[in-house]
């Protein structure tokens, strides 16, 4: 009896045992991939919060108003889908250049502020285009640069990881981007027009809605060169493959569209020339 309930334990062992290596055994790069990708759509249909990640100093789209609160045409939009879906707006403040990591780590949901869909279409699940942005140069008011070709010579700023950047180190743009004395690369394009008061530099590549922005502030500082550097346009940036998030997200973008209620932001922040969702709606 002894032998046999020795037996009888060892074998139970044995179908425990194979039980356990079967559930614990890694799963395959595509299971996983389909797993994370499942986990990643689920979050949208139970989700009580909606966190953006934005650039703090890009107005008009993202930055901090004189009441110390954050606000702009993006976090704007961003609370209205919130609202639409009965979703907590939660505005997250981001490092520009850790963007990616802040997506991928669940931190945010999505990046919303201006950001750039040409050419990091295969990195990121994008809505529709909804604003037309072209990269432009911006100069002092009382500057003699007139084009492109009078900053041979001359001291530019860009902000780092930006559209601005890429354009003027893509091929199309070497031989400008090499005739000038410098490129410096700064955090926000605020510190970058502070730095072009100051003498620093003598003009700032940047984004059309951006510099339109702090043209019709500061008319007295600043001028827009009328020859563009490139031409884009923004989406909002979610985790590849977060396809159910990213579409209730449009549906709600369309909605706020059709009542209204992006025409009435598009003009509070100057940028009603630049929409452009039902040139690309489908």
């Given amino acids: 009896m002894k032998n046999t309930a020795r037996f009888m334990t ?10 356990c290596s079967s559930s614990s055994a890694p799963a395959s790069s595509s299971t996983a991939d389909k797993n994370s990708s499942a986990a990643s759509n689920a979050a949208s249909s139970d989700q009580s919060t909606f966190t953006v990640g934005f650039d703090a100093e890009f107005p008009p789209y993202g930055y901090k108003d004189e009441n110390g609160e954050y606000t702009g045409f993006d976090l704007e939009m961003a609370e209205a889908v919130a609202d639409l879906e009965g979703w907590k707006l939660v505005k997250q403040p981001i490092d520009w250049d850790a963007k990616d990591m802040e997506l991928s780590s669940g931190t945010i949901d999505c990046i919303w502020n201006g950001f750039t869909m040409d050419g990091r279409e295969d990195d990121y699940t994008f809505s529709e285009p909804y604003i037309d942005n072209s990269q432009v140069f911006v100069v002092p008011a009382d500057s003699d640069i007139a084009s492109a070709a009078d900053l041979a010579g001359k001291n530019v700023g860009v902000q780092k990881d930006s559209s601005a950047l890429a354009a003027l180190e893509s091929d199309d743009h070497k031989e400008l981007a090499d005739s000038f004395a410098s490129l410096t690369q700064y955090g926000d394009y605020n510190t970058a027009l502070m730095d072009m008061e100051a003498g620093g530099i003598d003009a700032v590549a940047m984004d059309i809605g951006v510099a339109q922005y702090q043209i019709d502030k500061n008319p007295d500082k600043y001028k827009k060169l009328d020859e563009p550097l490139a031409s884009e ?33 598009a003009e509070k922040y100057g940028l009603s020339d630049f929409i452009v969702i039902d040139q690309y709606r489908k």
């Avoid at 060892?10 to 039980?19: I, P, T």
């Fill in 10 to 19: 060892a074998a139970l062992a044995a179908v425990l045992m194979a039980g």
């Fill in 233 to 265: 346009v923004y989406a909002v940036g979610f985790l590849k493959g977060n396809t159910d998030l990213r579409d209730t997200v449009q549906e709600d973008i369309y909605e706020l569209y059709d009542n209204g209620t992006v025409a009435e932001l």
